[in-house]
T-cell receptor
Framework: DTGVSQNPRHKITKRGQNVTFRCDPI?????LYWYRQTLGQGPEFLTY????????KSRLLSDRFSAERPKGSFSTLEIQRTEQGDSAMYLC???????????FGEGSWLTVV | DQQVKQNSPSLSVQEGRISILNCDYT??????FLWYKKYPAEGPTFLIS?????DKNEDGRFTVFLNKSAKHLSLHIVPSQPGDSAVYFC???????????FGTGTSLTVIP
């Protein structure tokens, strides 16, 4: 148990619809990351938060993507007007205070049909 | 711009033998490296790490070796077990920890 819970675990949506994923760290880790993974690739960085502040965004994060972390606890990742190319596993991770290691949640699978 | 590379997409090993997974990196600023294991439909699980001040770190059946001059690291699993069958990713953060860079993964199959 990494202490990072993600919902929903699976989402099938029609192209053009909006989807939202939620990440709940059990304990309050200051840093929270969103990654995306497609088949045959490693996790790709999307964005990260230091508390409630979004400090860095990847160029992969187009204007259809928005992430928030109100109050520095849970985080949401919204994808608007989904495209088939958005089909992937979306991973949330937090950084422990003890060492420079990130721990991932179970991931949220998105399939855009 | 792939700063962490895993050039072997797959590896098959007989149960009980040694599995060696390789990883190369290009950014000389990396000073900490991690290995993750991933089963299908699950998030990656942290396995073992190594700091650049060391050349070896061992945890049970898992040992990671670091060759800084060659910008190369490897994960040794001995003895390999069928439950080790998974995709393995190497990763490295920039020292600021803002971003962790991952390789494309090696799919390990341990044959009973």
């Amino acid at each position: 148990d990494t202490g990072v819970s993600q919902n929903p675990r699976h989402k099938i949506t029609k192209r053009g619809q909006n989807v939202t994923f939620r990440c709940d760290p059990i304990s309050e880790h200051n840093r929270l990351y969103w990654y995306r993974q497609t088949l045959g690739q490693g996790p790709e960085f999307l964005t990260y938060f230091q508390n409630e502040a979004q400090l860095e965004k990847s160029r992969l994060l187009s204007d259809r993507f928005s992430a928030e972390r109100p109050k520095g606890s849970f985080s949401t990742l919204e994808i608007q007007r989904t495209e088939q190319g958005d089909s992937a596993m979306y991973l949330c991770a937090t950084l422990t205070g003890a060492r420079n290691t990130i721990y991932f949640g179970e991931g949220s699978w998105l399939t855009v049909v | 711009d792939q700063q962490v590379k895993q050039n072997s997409p797959s590896l098959s090993v007989q149960e009980g033998r040694i599995s060696i997974l390789n990883c190369d990196y290009t950014n000389s600023m990396f000073d900490y490296f991690l290995w993750y294991k991933k089963y299908p439909a699950e998030g990656p699980t942290f396995l073992i790490s190594i700091s650049s001040i060391k050349d070896k770190n061992e945890d049970g059946r898992f040992t990671v070796f670091l060759n800084k001059s060659a910008k190369h690291l490897s994960l040794h699993i001995v003895p390999s077990q069928p439950g080790d069958s998974a995709v393995y990713f190497c990763a490295a953060p920039l020292s600021t920890g803002n971003q962790f860079y991952f390789g494309t993964g090696t799919s390990l199959t341990v044959i009973p």
